[in-house]
């Protein structure tokens, strides 16, 4: 799925606008097909344990008013994209969206954002070149790195070699919008460790965890953007080194872990390039939660209505998941992480995390 | 306001647990009087031109069950304060409250992280010490700069000097929790520009902004978080940089402007400490949507309401405000800082920021 250049890319790009070119040369009707984005299209792939898409498809066809405006759109886009990656620069999914305004046909103008954002998506699909790769960034990342990793990161002002707690404040390494622009140098790591929220990614480098245990701590920000699952899994499958999750416990951080484990269904297209199927759990279980009588709050319906949902869940039909699941409906509880503060704040390090990672042999 | 050491804060709040001893000792009901802190007990100090505290105070006082309950909290939460900057450690306002269910007098702990957390903040008023003097961290800050500046940074495993251009990836310095952890060692800026939103910051870092015009780029993330307003005052203060705080054109970024330059109500113990009364605004005008025809948004009627209230905010009871509000009402319209990308993704750098820059003379 991944290019390597922007002139890949780009070449990609063009040739999706000489298939429409094609189809004006020889008398048909323009049209694109892409994968049905519905929840009913997407199947969970036993043999690589991501989402993909199924087998039905949709066109997008010139012989309405509304497909051709979809298809002259399509055109525009590709265009401003395919200049972009000829300068090399870059843009967000929200200056494409104003950009439009500045088009010379006004049919090709976007209405709002959800159209040009759905776009991009197409054309990713239908290219197999991700938006890093057409250069458009997000709107926030921001999320960080801390551990014994040597790294290159290509910037538009050179080349720049850091590494992540020799050369990095408290703060630690930010990741960039694209991490393919790093190159992985040196390393002294045992495994990565993703970890929820700040207060507990602030914990884990204050106690100094990374340092004792050799430990890559990448802050997944609640639901982890892009970027930031796009370099857990190549430290897993570059570095090989074994991924797992520390999350709260509770059902919405459940599926944090399994979006970076499996992919989500919005960018099921990018499974392959984001998720990392071997990532273990190593969040608060509701078996932890009666073992070490933590801190809970009540679950409230809706939390009881997503672990249902998640018992139904081919990527939870495991032993483990269910059985967790039903114990958290029976005690009706759930904890967050830095409940395990109740037991002094060097519990998670010295003894959770510790035994934890032994018994699931990662120690 | 500010203390220097661990040592000093730590003997503020001793100090504050001896005088309840010293009322014991005279036979006193012990109690603690703090300013009342409600928005009608909040002046806008014309002199320092922050938001200060009224006249008014509440005293706590052992007299009444409750009352005693909360200096009984108080207290454990002083001694688990000093302890910790003893022990020169710290920890996250979530941590404290779920640490206080480890307390062995279950008078003491918390019934919910609102009650620690507005114990903390009464605690900074009444020590005069800050909540990072404290040693105590917000959950989520991550915050970024970028610029011509070198600066040493304190940490846990020794100092890291690190220049903000040079040293750094694309994603920029990460600005620690307690940026008074810093010091500048050298910098060629001329001034810093506050930013919004995370794309307007990406696009001034892609275009060369800081690198072309000598500029300090500080990322606010929406409504700033108290490290990024700490280190903004310090590079005005301590570097004599002119502050500009650029954001989208509508009634909420004017608040961003507003808790930067002046403070806001939830902090105004802190005002001296984190605003910027000389930050200029430069984000999007109600002026700049007319003259350069943006792509807009209507007002909702939350705008509409907000942008009155602001007409009777002493902050913003200038000539320029009055205007720019009531030109924007009359419109009916709001703008984001991206929609100049309608005018070429070159246009806020090549045009757009240096004509503003230089009708503020501060180019």
Redo the contacts between chains.
Sequence with gaps: MSTDTPHDAREQLIELAAEFYDQFADGDVPEMSIPTRTKSNIEYDEDSQVWVYGDRTSTRSANSVRGARKLLKAIYTIDFLADQLGED????L??LY??S??WDNEEAQFNDQDESNQLVEDLEIVSSVTREDFHM??????A?LMGPLELR?Q???GE?V?HC?????????????NPD?IEFLDNDADFVLAVE???MR??LV?N?FD?EYNVIIVHL?GQPARATRRITKRLHDELDLPVTVFTDGDPWSYRIYGSVAYGSIKSAHLSEYLATPEAQFIGIQPTDIVEYDL?TDPLSDSDVNALENELEDPRFQTDYWTEQIELQLEIGKKA?Q????????DFVTDTYLPERLAAMDVL
Tied chains: 1, 2.
Excluded: C, F, M, W
């Design positions: 620069r870059s843009s967000t929200r200056e104003y950009l305004e500045s960034r997000p709107e926030e990342s921001g960080t990161e910037t538009r002002r720049r850091i707690q020799e050369d990095v404040g408290e703060g630690g390494y930010q990741i960039p919008n622009t929220t700040g207060g602030d914990r204050e100094g340092e920000k801190p967050e830095q409940a395990l503060a109740s037991r002094g704040l």
